[in-house]
T-cell receptor, first 115, second 114 residues
């Protein structure tokens, strides 16, 4: 079955702490991987994506993620979080070829950053 | 338009009534998706339109749910005989093959069924 698992439901950090949010997926075939972010009161926005090539991808606002194929993982990282990073983060996957494009989402991780 | 537009932003209805939710995708985007975001269920795929192809309806939870896309642009999601468990935020996204089919999301319609 196609699924995405995010290990942390709610993470609380102080400003300047490092962040790593786990994401594992189960999907037959070659995949595209995404992290979306939903700031309070705002719509879902793309944070970063992996299609192919360098497995370490960089996104907006200093976020990065690493695709580890052998572990079916796509963990999100940021070396130093800010209060403005408080949001809900969603990992998602779809198929690279002829998979209809629909995204399979994880349950989301709520990040609270204390000033 | 500049982004995906959804209307209404909020909808309160009584159990048993029909509702229609509208999505206006980014101009030129050939693909349009509906998702549902609810507590305990996360983000679930509902239906997907790609150009003139038959839609992928595999995510629709029951036959009370239907959607259409007119003229390859605006889409309407219809829920008949609404139930309380239909309460959720309904999200629309659109994408284009140019730029890798990245999905851009609207702000959603928050549906409350009383």
């Amino acid at each position: 079955a196609q699924s995405v698992s995010q290990h942390n439901h709610h993470v609380i950090l102080s400003e300047a702490a490092s962040l790593e949010l786990g994401c594992n997926y189960s999907y037959g075939g070659t995949v595209n991987l995404f992290w979306y972010v939903q700031y309070p009161g705002q719509h879902l926005q793309l944070l970063l994506k992996y299609f192919s090539g360098d497995p370490l991808v960089k996104g907006i606002k200093g976020f990065e993620a690493e695709f580890i194929k052998s572990k079916f993982s796509f963990n999100l990282r940021k070396p130093s979080v800010q209060w403005s990073d408080t949001a809900e983060y969603f990992c998602a996957v779809n198929g690279r070829h002829n998979q209809g494009g629909k995204l399979i989402f994880g349950q989301g991780t709520e990040l609270s950053v204390k000033p | 338009g500049a982004g995906v537009s959804q209307s209404p932003s909020n909808k309160v209805t009584e159990k048993g009534k029909d509702v229609e939710l509208r999505c206006d995708p980014i101009s030129g985007h050939t693909a349009l998706y509906w998702y549902r975001q609810s507590l305990g269920q996360g983000l679930e795929f509902l239906i997907y339109f790609q150009g003139n192809s038959a839609p992928d309806k595999s995510g629709l939870p029951s036959d009370r749910f239907s959607a259409e896309r007119t003229g390859g642009s605006v889409s309407t999601l219809t829920i008949q005989r609404t139930q309380q468990e239909d309460s959720a935020v309904y999200l629309c996204a659109s994408s284009s093959t140019v730029g890798g089919n990245i999905q851009y999301f609207g702000a959603g319609t928050r549906l409350s069924v009383l």
